[in-house]
């Protein structure tokens, strides 16, 4: 097999195993949104984008009202308020299919360089 071949070979396996992949974490991340954080994570991400500022001190809660709160996941607050907002929970579904997807293509970029 002369190298001309093989970069042939080479490129149709790599083409193969990208969509193998990609359909694979489509079929895994299509799902209905099961996450019982995702509402209050939304319910941020609204409250961020309407004051400007990641809040502080948690808003939601009963036993905690007022206390200080650090909201790691703000940013993800905001992706899931926007995409809920525009296209509802299957945009969400959608959303983590995206994900899913993109770093499998990622990773499949990653390894075959």
Known sequence: MDLK????HSKTNL???FCAIATLSLAISLHPVGNSDIFW???TGELIMETGSVPEKDPFSFTREGK?????????GIFFHITE????????SM???LLGGSL???LILGFSS
Do not use: H, N
């Open 15 to 17: 083409i193969i195993s």
């Open 41 to 43: 994570q939304m319910k």
């Open 85 to 92: 907002k525009k296209l509802g929970f299957e945009g969400l």
């Open 95 to 97: 959303l983590s299919a």
């Open 104 to 106: 499998c293509a990622i």
């Open 68 to 76: 200080r709160w650090i909201d790691q996941e703000w940013l993800s």
């Open 5 to 8: 071949t093989k970069t042939s």
